[in-house]
């Protein structure tokens, strides 16, 4: 989804106006412990320095972004953008279908199967959609090449901010995108998308690069096993944070997504970085579940430990 590249939407029907928003980000301001994008949504933010790479400010209707991001040892290891329209009480029979039309209808990206995506839930219902969307990305073409050539200019802030600190980044990351509109809740319009390093959750090196050959692909990943294990995790990574979502979205009941099924336990969602640890876990489960007598649990324990 179009995280670096969520786009100030609408035609203005009104002449611009001052904007208030609950904080005022500044591009380079240093981030810890919580995104405090507004009294709604707060974000918890995994340790190290963050900074406000990116914002853009629209009047009417009131629309700002905020882009957020992690560098260690000169990588972006995190990357966090959040969207907010504050939509209520425009013109709802000219700004509805214009959104329905953005996330529904375009040709590029949107709330619909397409290739690229790995997980998509949705539900939709007149104007109301909540979407998740899961998927890896080609980080080079998004920056320097993107499907859509209207994505070009507002690459040129991320790549400033990459170029201005000699960053490098990885080649494929991790994706996910949340949005959630309805009228039933203020007419506010939200979207999150984050990137992740997938090293950031223990996964192994990759070999191939591109959209279409990346082992995460949804069609290339049965054949890398250790890859397909990498995205459940932030599959599940994922629908936890789509659910904290909803909550701060203050989503309608019959609104929210069906996500329990997609969650792992907290000891198999984070892959320890310790292998003999891994061992051992994996060990046990097979225990438990009757696969080995404990005399073979035993020998094979004594056999890691040793």
């Not at 802030?157 to 991790?174: D, E, G, Q, R, V």
């Not at 069609?219 to 944070?241: A, G, L, V």
């Not at 489960?285 to 696969?291: C, N, Q, T, V």
């Amino acid at each position: 989804m179009k995280f670096f590249f969520t786009i100030i939407l609408f035609i203005c029907f009104f002449n611009s106006s001052s904007v208030s928003y609950a904080k005022n980000f500044l591009v380079g301001e240093e981030v810890s412990d919580y995104f405090n994008y507004n009294k709604h949504i707060k974000i918890k933010l995994s340790p190290g320095k963050w900074h406000v790479i990116r914002k853009a400010i629209e009047g009417v209707p009131k629309q700002q972004i905020v882009g957020i991001g992690k560098v260690k040892n000169n990588e972006i290891q995190e990357v966090i953008e959040v969207y907010e329209g504050k939509l209520a009480g425009y013109y709802v029979k000219y700004v509805d279908p214009i959104i329905i039309e953005m996330v529904f209808k375009n040709q590029y990206d949107g709330c619909y199967e397409r290739a690229e995506y790995y997980l998509l839930e949705l539900y939709r219902k007149g104007s109301t959609f909540n979407c998740m969307i899961v998927r890896h990305t080609d980080m080079t073409k998004l920056l320097n090449y993107p499907d859509d050539p209207e994505d070009r200019g507002i690459a040129s802030a991320y790549n400033f901010w990459i170029n201005s600190k000699s960053l490098t980044y990885p080649k494929i990351m991790l994706e996910s995108y949340h949005t959630y509109f309805s009228r039933m809740v203020g007419g506010r319009w939200y979207q999150i998308v984050r990137f992740i390093n997938p090293e950031l959750i223990n996964a192994p090196k990759s070999n191939f690069f591109t959209e279409e050959t990346s082992e995460y692909h949804k069609h290339n990943i049965s054949q890398f096993p250790d890859h397909s294990e990498t995205m459940n995790r932030w599959i599940s990574n994922s629908s936890k944070f789509h659910k904290e979502f909803e909550t701060m979205t203050s989503a309608k009941n019959r609104h929210k997504l069906s996500l329990d099924k997609y969650i792992l336990d907290s000891k198999t969602e984070v892959k320890s970085e310790d292998p003999i640890i891994d061992q051992l876990n994996k060990l046990n489960d097979l225990f438990k579940s009757g696969a080995l007598t404990k005399e073979e649990f035993e020998k094979a324990k004594k056999k890691i430990l040793n």
